[in-house]
C-alpha cells in the first residue's frame, strides 16, 4: 500500500521549533518532488515549501522564508520540514505531497493524512 505519513506537530509556545517529518511507505521519494502545505480554520490550503528530486533545489512561501528549512533524506526515505521562530499564524494541519512532475508541477500524486501544529500561549 502506498502511504505518507506526516509526524511531529503539536502544541509549541510563539517562538518555539518543530520538525515535521514526511515518511513513505511502498514506494520511494527518490524520484518525486515533495511539497509541504498547510491549512488553517477558515483558510485555503497554501503552499509552505518544496524540495525537488532532480537537483535538491527548494523554495518557500514568503510568510515562512528565514524560519522553515526543508530537507530529505532518502536513505531514510523521509522528507523534513523543519520550523523554527513559530508564530501563531502558522497554526494549520500541514500535509506533505508528492508531486512527480516537480515542485509546482500540480500532478500531487500521493498525499499524507495531515499532522497539526498549534502555536499558541
Known amino acids: 500500500q502506498v502511504q505518507l505519513v506526516e509526524s511531529g506537530g503539536g502544541l509549541v509556545q510563539p517562538g518555539g521549533s518543530l520538525r515535521l517529518s514526511c515518511a513513505a511507505s511502498g514506494f520511494t521519494l527518490d524520484y518525486y518532488a515533495i511539497g509541504w502545505f498547510r491549512q488553517a480554520p477558515g483558510k485555503e490550503r497554501e503552499g509552505v515549501s518544496c524540495?525537488?528530486?532532480?537537483?535538491?533545489?527548494?523554495y518557500y512561501a514568503d510568510s515562512v522564508k528565514g524560519r522553515f528549512t526543508i530537507s530529505r533524506d532518502n536513505a531514510k526515505n523521509t522528507v523534513y520540514l523543519q520550523m523554527n521562530s513559530l508564530k501563531p499564524e502558522d497554526t494549520a494541519v500541514y500535509y506533505c505531497a508528492t508531486d512527480s512532475l516537480g515542485c509546482r508541477g500540480g500532478a500531487y500524486d500521493y498525499w499524507g493524512q495531515g499532522t497539526q501544529v498549534t502555536v499558541s500561549s
Open positions: 524540495i525537488s528530486s532532480s537537483d535538491g533545489s527548494t
